[in-house]
């Protein structure tokens, strides 16, 4: 039904010849493999081999045109993880005389985005692997717009959560199974294979244990116009409540205590919280707020993204639910609880989104750190942390251990055993915890939503020297302030001096409030310094260095 290509847009026997004649045509970006994402012209796909197809003629175009290094190991992946062998892209080339002895291809007209999804079970995969990468590589390329057509390869079924890829677009999302429904061979009139990594912020532990990713590139910002876009796609209405968002005046005491909630994320197979009840009893009781229970099996998907969007705490397990704390108003509060000898320093996918620079949610961490108060499961299957499959001695080793050592993804046994214990939340800690939180949001509130605009470089930096004595020098430096600063309110502007001897290599860096400065402690007469300036915004918003001064006394 939605499957069905609009044939009528386009003339067949037109894009017939222009593959006949022109062949397939591709052109990428990136370096290697794992930054790669290519654009092809007439990109086609054997269900038959189930294998893309590059047709070459004397007008192709293949750029990288890498030879047999496409192979070692890929063109691309095809997922957003990087470097995974199970994950790459590659096709398979064809001459375009070829086609004389093939079925007549079905030709696809519409913008299409090729990628495969690494777990779409999984939310938190979903989100942080397909979705705002999909997204983001689909603002990328303006051929991509909200009706472009999106082809998971894959190999899964839709999995629980296909409507959230229904956002993407309002196209139906193909399947690798559907391909095949298009006859033996169907070409993409204009597609692009692969997705952006720049919004990853976590890998999972294939090479080194999980971890955040080396060189995080998105903020806060990227992740709160992803879930804008997409709360509206859901048709969820932003209740404001007293949370500060940037740009809005805050509503200072106004009933805000009443409206203020904490949700509870509870997950109903797995990884329970046993004592749920007695911790919504102590929250109500001793922080006097409300409290909305939600789990994945109760409420649809937008409910409870609906109810997280005007939370002002989230507690949950640690698990894929988790995810969802990108729904969260700026000034909420994550609580991420940890089974029994799971040590939340090295398991921080959510600690990580909520401290992205611009997210503004307070993360905190709760550990169940009572033996007592643990339940295991060794008997169940191994996917679900049973360990009665083991060797007698590692299963006394991994009872007896207090704590998961770092490890690899994703069979480990101990981790799988520890990560599904059921456990009853101590309240005394818990709520002590709570209040903790309450009361750094409220540290948190009086800060001022702060700018992110950095200081441009210093102008007309200059130096001036003279010579005292024959053991003592001046070297004076002065500047102008950067040309951005005039339209700006700043509450701290600062400047920061390096001064080098010529040919050392080390320096001496100053922090200054004005904007010139002399110096006389540690320069010498007849010395060549090299004197570098930067402005910085706020302590923290560094600026740009202006260029190397050369200063000779
Ligand atoms: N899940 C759920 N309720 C449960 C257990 C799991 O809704 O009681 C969901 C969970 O949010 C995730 C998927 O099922 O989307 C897989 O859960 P799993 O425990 O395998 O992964 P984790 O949550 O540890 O990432």
């Not at 990109?43 to 007008?59: D, I, K, R």
């Not at 030879?67 to 062998?85: I, K, M, T, Y």
């Not at 390096?498 to 320069?523: A, C, K």
Request: aromatic share 12%.
């Amino acid at each position: 039904r939605s499957q069905e290509l609009s044939q009528a847009r386009i003339d067949y026997h037109v894009a017939l010849q222009a593959l006949q004649e022109q062949g397939t045509r591709m052109v990428c970006t990136g370096k290697m493999h794992t930054d790669r994402i290519c654009r092809f012209d007439y990109l086609c796909y054997s269900s038959e081999a189930e294998e893309f197809v590059f047709f070459q003629s004397n007008f192709s175009v293949m750029l990288p045109n890498l030879g047999s290094r496409r192979f070692q190991p890929a063109l691309l992946d095809l997922s957003s993880v990087e470097d995974h062998n199970t994950q790459y892209f590659n096709f398979l080339e064809l001459p375009v005389a070829a086609l004389k002895f093939m079925p007549k291809p079905v030709f696809v007209p519409d913008a299409t985005l090729i990628l495969n999804r690494f777990n779409p079970d999984n939310l938190m995969h979903i989100f942080h692997d397909d979705l705002l990468p999909a997204f983001y590589t689909m603002k990328q390329y303006s051929d991509l717009d909200g009706e472009a057509r999106l082809v998971f390869m894959e190999g899964w079924g839709e999995g629980p959560y296909f409507d959230l890829y229904r956002l993407l677009s309002s196209k139906q999302p193909l399947l690798k199974e559907h391909l095949k429904n298009f006859g033996k061979l169907m070409c993409f009139t204009k597609s692009y294979v692969g997705l952006s990594k720049m919004t990853t912020w976590y890998q999972y532990g294939f090479v080194q244990p999980q971890g955040p990713k080396a060189n995080v590139l998105v903020s806060g910002n990227e992740i709160r116009q992803f879930a804008s876009s997409v709360m509206k796609k859901m048709n969820i209405t932003i209740v404001k409540t007293g949370e500060s968002d940037r740009g809005t005046v805050e509503h200072e005491n106004k009933g805000e205590a009443n409206d203020q909630y904490v949700v509870i994320f509870s997950r109903s197979t797995t990884r329970l919280i046993l004592n749920e009840a007695e911790v919504v009893m102590a929250i109500v009781q001793e922080l006097q707020m409300r409290v909305v229970t939600v789990s994945l099996e109760e409420q649809s998907f937008p409910s409870i993204i609906q109810v997280i969007s005007g939370a002002s705490i989230l507690v949950s397990m640690h698990g894929a639910q988790l995810i969802t704390s990108l729904f969260l108003p700026r000034g909420a509060v994550v609580v991420e609880l940890f089974p029994f000898a799971v040590n939340p320093e090295h398991y921080t996918p959510y600690k990580t989104l909520a401290s992205l620079p611009g997210m503004d949610l307070h993360y905190m961490s709760w550990r169940n750190t009572k033996e007592e108060n643990t339940v295991t499961y060794p008997d169940r299957p191994w996917e679900q942390g049973g360990i009665i499959h083991l060797e007698k001695e590692d299963q006394k080793r991994i009872l007896k251990s207090k704590e998961v050592p770092r490890h690899l993804c994703c069979r480990n046994p101990e981790w799988l055993f520890r990560i599904y214990q059921d456990t009853l939340v101590d309240i005394p800690s818990f709520i002590e915890l709570l209040k903790e939180a309450m009361k750094t949001k409220l540290n948190l509130r009086k800060g001022k939503a702060t700018s992110t605009v950095h200081p441009g470089r210093v102008r007309e930096a200059q130096c001036q020297t003279s010579v005292q004595t024959t053991k003592e020098a001046k070297l004076s430096v002065s500047w102008q302030i950067p040309w951005n600063l005039k339209y700006l309110k700043v509450r701290e502007v600062k400047y920061e001096v390096w001064i080098q001897e010529q040919g050392e290599n080390t320096y001496m860096p100053y922090i200054l409030p004005q904007q010139n400065y002399t110096f006389s402690e540690n320069i010498k007469p007849f010395t060549t310094y090299l004197v570098w300036v930067r402005c910085i915004f706020n302590k923290n918003l560094l600026g740009p260095f202006a260029d190397v001064l050369t200063c000779r006394t």
